[in-house]
C-alpha cells in the first residue's frame, strides 16, 4: 500500500476510535460539546458577574457524572436554577451549557439519579417555552413534576448615611408543582382542594374521602405524591 493510503486510512481509524472514546458513533458525546451552546456570552457574566453576587445560582454548585438519554457516555452536568440551563464540564476551563432540545431533554442528575425532564410550558407571556423540571413521580398515568427557580435581587447604594449598601443576591429557591396528565397536558398541580375536585367533578366524593381520611395537606410535597398516585388509581 502506498505511503499516502497509509496515511488516510490512519486518519480514518483515528476519528473512528476518538468517536467511540467520546460515547458510540450512533450518537455520540462530540454534538453535546459542540454542536451545542457555549457559553459566549457568559465569560464575563461568569468571570465578574457570578463573582460579585451573594449566594449561588445552583441547587448543587458541584459537576456530578451524570447522564443524558440517547447519549452513551457519562458527562460532569449541574444544573443552573436562576439560568434554567444545564452545564456541561468538558474541563475544568472549558463549560458549556446542553441545548432545549428534546433529543437530550432526559437527564439523570446524580445526585441520587434525580431524573430532570425538558418540559413544555406556558410562561408569563401566554407563550410556549421549554423549561426543566424534576420528576418526582411517574406511573405512566400522571406525573408530579417540580420545577426549581432561583431568583436575582438587585443591590442598593445607599442614599444617605442611614442607610447600608447591599449587595446584589441570589435569592433562595422557589419550587412550582406541575402535574403531567393522562393526555401528557402539563397543568400546576392543584393547591386547594377546591382546585383539585374541579379537575375531577366525577370522583368528587372519593377526593374528599381521601384528603380527609389521610389528613392530606396539598402544599406539602410528600403528601403531593401520595395525591398523584392516587388520581392515578380513578
Known amino acids: 500500500m ?14 473512528f476510535s476518538f468517536a467511540q472514546t467520546l460515547g458510540g458513533t450512533d450518537q455520540n458525546i462530540a454534538p453535546i460539546y459542540y454542536n451545542l451552546s457555549v ?8 468571570a465578574t458577574f457570578f463573582k460579585d453576587i451573594e449566594g449561588t445560582p445552583y441547587i ?23 439560568d434554567d440551563v444545564i452545564e456541561v464540564e468538558k474541563n ?3 463549560i458549556y451549557t446542553v ?4 433529543a437530550y431533554g432526559v437527564i439523570y442528575m446524580n445526585y441520587d439519579r434525580k431524573k430532570l425532564r425538558l418540559i413544555t410550558i406556558v410562561d408569563k407571556k401566554s407563550e410556549e417555552a421549554l423549561a426543566y ?11 408530579l413534576l417540580r420545577r426549581d427557580k432561583i431568583d436575582f435581587k438587585e443591590g442598593k447604594v445607599a442614599k444617605t448615611s442611614f442607610e447600608l449598601n447591599s449587595k446584589p443576591q441570589f ?15 402539563i397543568i400546576e398541580f392543584p393547591s386547594s382542594k377546591s382546585k383539585l375536585l374541579a379537575l375531577y367533578p366525577s370522583h368528587t366524593n372519593e377526593i374528599k374521602s381521601y384528603l380527609k381520611d ?15 398516585h392516587f388520581l392515578s388509581t380513578l
Open 171 to 185: 435569592t433562595s429557591i422557589k419550587s412550582t408543582y406541575l402535574l403531567e396528565q393522562k393526555d401528557k397536558k
Open 133 to 143: 423540571a424534576f420528576e418526582l413521580i411517574n406511573n405512566n398515568k400522571l406525573a
Open 214 to 228: 389521610n389528613k392530606i395537606d396539598l402544599s406539602d410535597e410528600s403528601d403531593m405524591i401520595k395525591t398523584t
Open 92 to 94: 475544568p476551563n472549558e
Open 99 to 102: 441545548s432545549k432540545d428534546p
Open 2 to 15: 502506498k505511503p499516502n493510503a497509509l496515511i488516510c486510512l490512519f486518519i480514518i481509524i483515528s476519528n
Open 39 to 46: 457559553i459566549q456570552a457568559n465569560k464575563d457574566y461568569r
Open 60 to 82: 448543587y454548585k458541584e459537576f456530578v457524572p451524570s447522564e443524558i438519554e440517547g447519549v452513551k457516555s457519562k458527562m460532569n452536568l449541574r444544573y443552573n436554577a436562576f
